[in-house]
């Protein structure tokens, strides 16, 4: 697989690789409000130049199957040639198969647009078709309302409700645990996705 490969397009959107460009719009992206937990919680790098470069340049050679940690790709939306957040994976090696986690943030003022919806299934299409992932897991908190109900559009089905497993500075807290497998997706992939 060529790192060129590592590009989804969609009807308003462009899921790719970090460039040197995005450093000022995942700045604006990825700021929060101190009450804002769950961005806080998703958001890798300091609210810096620097350390926005540091934490996503290993990722723009990364090969799919190489991101044993976590693999960021960034959300670019069409119009208006501007990223306004982003998806990610990390992938497990099962014989000829993977399997792994996903994730995603978007900017604050780009939500409730279908804009999570629309990377999220460019980026399982990818991981299942592509990449040839059998099984995909998300986790998020059950106040994140927003992201389970995400999860739940794509046919994700909910498979554990860990209690006060995950520690953060407001103590600990639960987690839900949503998976799909890859004979799933192609059977409820979203219709109205591109």
Known sequence: MRETDLRMETERLIVRRFEERDVP???????????EEHRRRNVGWEP???????WWAPMTAM??????????LVIELKSQRRVIGN???NAKR????FQGQIGWILGRTYE??????????????YLFRTVGFHRVYAMTSPDNRRSWRLMERLGMRREAH?????????????????????????EHRPRSAT
Do not use: M
């Open 25 to 35: 719009d995942i700045l604006e992206y990825s700021r929060y409000d101190p009450s």
């Open 48 to 54: 810096t130049e620097e350390s926005v470069r540091q």
């Open 63 to 72: 090969k799919p199957e190489e991101a044993i940690q976590w693999l960021s």
């Open 87 to 89: 998806v990610g994976f």
């Open 94 to 97: 099962i014989e000829d198969s």
């Open 112 to 125: 409730g647009g279908g804009y999570a919806t629309e990377a999220v299934t460019a980026l399982l299409d």
């Open 162 to 186: 860990f209690v006060k497993n995950c520690h953060h500075d407001a103590g600990w807290t639960d987690e839900y645990v949503y998976a799909i497998l890859a004979e799933e997706w192609a």
